[in-house]
């Protein structure tokens, strides 16, 4: 995997897969705001049900929806809530979803150290961002020091 930065402490990984969520068409979306611990179980279940739309196997279903509930706690304990954008693609057939977590929080000051297994800045065991990566075939962690972060996140159908 690749890994490029620029000045906001953005971090793409696997370019290809994002170029390809860029092209695909977008055949649905839904927003859901994460602002108090009941929202969490809400954007599971939207991301679980959007997996069950797409078609996903039970597998990949168990993959999006375990990374998209780390991201949104995330976001709801690092980041003071936020939204979790949950996006249906298709390109050439195959089926998709594009989750876009964002929040307004303090950001993420070492991105290297914050995708590493066992890193934690609380009681967890460290394996959010770094397990939220490898369950997806794209990721993309956008964040600026006291600004917030953004996390997008594609998985492909049978991929």
Same mark, same amino acid.
């Given at each position: 995997?690749?890994?490029?930065?620029?000045?906001?402490?953005?971090?793409?990984?696997?370019?290809?897969?994002?170029?390809?969520?860029?092209?695909?068409?977008?055949?649905?979306?839904?927003?859901?705001?994460?602002?108090?611990?009941?929202?969490?179980?809400?954007?599971?279940?939207?991301?679980?049900?959007?997996?069950?739309?797409?078609?996903?196997?039970?597998?990949?279903?168990?993959?999006?929806?375990?990374?998209?509930?780390?991201?949104?706690?995330?976001?709801?304990?690092?980041?003071?809530? #936020?939204?979790? &954008?949950?996006?249906q @693609?298709t390109? +050439?057939?195959?089926?998709?979803? %594009? /989750?876009?977590?964002?929040? =307004?929080?303090?950001?993420?000051?070492?991105?290297?150290?914050?995708?590493a297994? #066992?890193?934690t &800045?609380?009681?967890? @065991?460290?394996? +959010?961002?770094?397990?939220?990566? %490898? /369950?997806?075939?794209?990721? =993309?962690?956008?964040?600026?020091?006291?600004?917030?972060?953004?996390?997008?996140?594609?998985?492909?159908?049978?991929?």
């Amino acid at each position: 995997m690749s890994s490029a930065r620029n000045s906001d402490h953005t971090v793409a990984l696997a370019p290809t897969a994002s170029d390809a969520a860029d092209r695909a068409a977008h055949t649905e979306r839904t927003v859901h705001h994460v602002r108090i611990e009941e929202d969490l179980l809400t954007v599971r279940h939207a991301v679980r049900a959007a997996t069950l739309r797409a078609g996903f196997s039970i597998v990949d279903q168990t993959r999006v929806v375990t990374a998209a509930s780390e991201l949104a706690r995330n976001a709801y304990i690092h980041g003071g809530g #936020g939204t979790v &954008t949950i996006d249906q @693609l298709t390109l +050439g057939g195959t089926a998709g979803l %594009r /989750l876009t977590v964002k929040d =307004e929080g303090p950001g993420i000051v070492d991105t290297d150290a914050a995708l590493a297994d #066992g890193f934690t &800045t609380g009681a967890g @065991l460290g394996h +959010g961002l770094g397990g939220a990566r %490898r /369950l997806m075939n794209d990721f =993309e962690l956008h964040t600026v020091p006291g600004q917030g972060t953004t996390v997008i996140a594609t998985r492909w159908a049978g991929r």
